[in-house]
């Protein structure tokens, strides 16, 4: 929000721009890759495979992850005739985030419920932020991590079934939830999620907005357009797009090089002159 939306991804009327990514290859990879680290995150999190809730951990963390896939590629099949596959990437991601904070006190049906649920909110508070909020956020971070983890900590509040957790902060007895008899649960998480929201909001926007009246946030708008490559690292990350007068590779080293059989400038295969 202080830093605003990229040059170009609002339309004058307001409407917003999709900036696809490069590759989606590698966003399917990251994305299991993190499921995968996920695996080590919630289960490690018992301190010990000893605690046999271990398991219940690990396969509550899976099953919310593929709920949230699913529902988001059903959603965004049905919102635009084809599956949007960063959409469910992000989907799977809501499911992970949403089941970290009940992962280790909801039966596994709950946990599938919760990563329903998630990829449910992630497709459409995408669209909210970028749409109503006018917000840019290039990777529905605050979709997936905000809102999803809002919904994961008053989910432990709503589907926690008294098997675990005896003694956890100081309370006696395991932890219930609202559909279990306890309300209190679910207050306590209510309460967890606005004091979570204002703190972790409201510093951070204190710090950059103090720290923005000292320095600039952001590049100036003629390197934003250039790209960041050569402005920040000195090097171009893919050379083949970048427009050029000189070949790469080709110079006064190379003059003995046959060129006879090569296609004519400016057909397929050589960039032109332009």
């Not at 949230?68 to 799977?92: E, H, Q, R, W």
């Not at 050029?244 to 190379?254: A, C, F, L, R």
Request: glycine share 16%; net charge negative; hydrophobic share 45%.
């Amino acid at each position: 929000m202080l830093l605003g939306p990229r040059i170009g991804k609002y339309k004058k009327d307001g409407t917003p721009r999709a900036f696809p990514g490069h590759n989606l290859g590698y966003v399917v990879i990251g994305t299991l890759v993190l499921v995968f680290g996920w695996m080590g995150f919630n289960p490690g999190s018992t301190f010990g495979s000893t605690d046999l809730r271990i398991g219940i951990v690990a396969v509550n963390t899976l099953l919310s992850a593929c709920a949230g896939f699913v529902v988001a590629m059903g959603l965004t099949t049905a919102k635009y005739g084809k599956p949007d596959i960063s959409m469910s990437c992000n989907g799977m991601l809501a499911g992970l985030v949403a089941i970290t904070a009940p992962c280790a006190f909801v039966a596994p049906w709950a946990a599938t419920m919760i990563g329903l649920l998630a990829g449910i909110l992630v497709v459409y508070s995408v669209e909210f932020i970028d749409r109503k909020l006018k917000v840019d956020d290039p990777c529905g971070a605050i979709s997936v991590h905000g809102v999803c983890g809002a919904w994961g900590v008053i989910a432990v509040g709503l589907f926690a079934d008294g098997t675990y957790g005896s003694g956890w902060n100081g309370v006696a007895g395991n932890v219930k939830g609202l559909f279990y008899g306890n309300a209190g649960q679910l207050g306590a998480q209510l309460i967890d999620v606005v004091v979570g929201f204002v703190w972790a909001w409201g510093v951070t926007w204190l710090i950059f907005a103090a720290y923005k009246r000292w320095k600039a946030i952001r590049v100036p708008a003629e390197v934003e357009l250039e790209g960041l490559d050569m402005p920040e690292f000195g090097a171009y990350c893919y050379p083949d797009f970048v427009l050029s007068s000189e070949s790469p590779g080709i110079g006064e080293d190379y003059e003995d090089i046959d060129l006879a059989g090569a296609a004519p400038r400016g057909t397929v295969g050589l960039p032109s002159d332009g």
